[in-house]
């Protein structure tokens, strides 16, 4: 498959779900996962998942403005760098946003994230 189509479907369900079932996003980590999130580092699917849903608002919009993509070593993963901006419920500004997902493919043919690294850009 297309990395550019993949990897523009990949960001439309991963956004989408964060946006309206953020608990559901557990399913594309795994153990070995790691997340940044601002600088802090939180390792495996389920610690992923709780420190997403920690996060101090449970309510937001993500409005993708590029994703980029390249494939990423001999097992068919890809690298995707997202940006754009975030509406929260009752904040009149976006907040500007990037993000990089590194995806590995699993032995059932879908993938998983790998590696996911997020910030807010303020500027």
């Known amino acids: 498959m297309d990395p550019d189509v993949l990897s523009t479907a990949f960001v439309e369900h991963y956004y989408s779900t964060f946006d309206t079932n953020r608990e559901a996003l557990v399913g594309l980590y795994e153990e070995g996962s790691m997340l940044t999130f601002e600088g802090q580092k939180v390792q495996g699917g ?3 998942s709780d420190k997403l ?3 101090c608002f449970q309510q937001c919009k993500h409005i993708v403005s590029t994703v980029d993509c ?3 070593g001999p097992a ?3 690298v995707v760098f997202v940006s754009g901006t975030l ?3 009752d904040e009149e500004h976006l907040l500007q946003f ?3 997902f590194h995806l590995l493919p699993t032995p059932q043919g879908s993938l998983y994230v790998l590696n996911d690294i ?4 303020y500027g």
């Open 46 to 48: 389920q610690a992923i």
């Open 53 to 55: 849903n920690s996060l």
């Open 70 to 72: 390249q494939p990423s």
């Open 76 to 78: 068919g993963g890809m």
């Open 87 to 89: 509406q929260l419920p």
């Open 98 to 100: 990037a993000q990089m």
């Open 118 to 121: 997020f910030r807010l850009n």
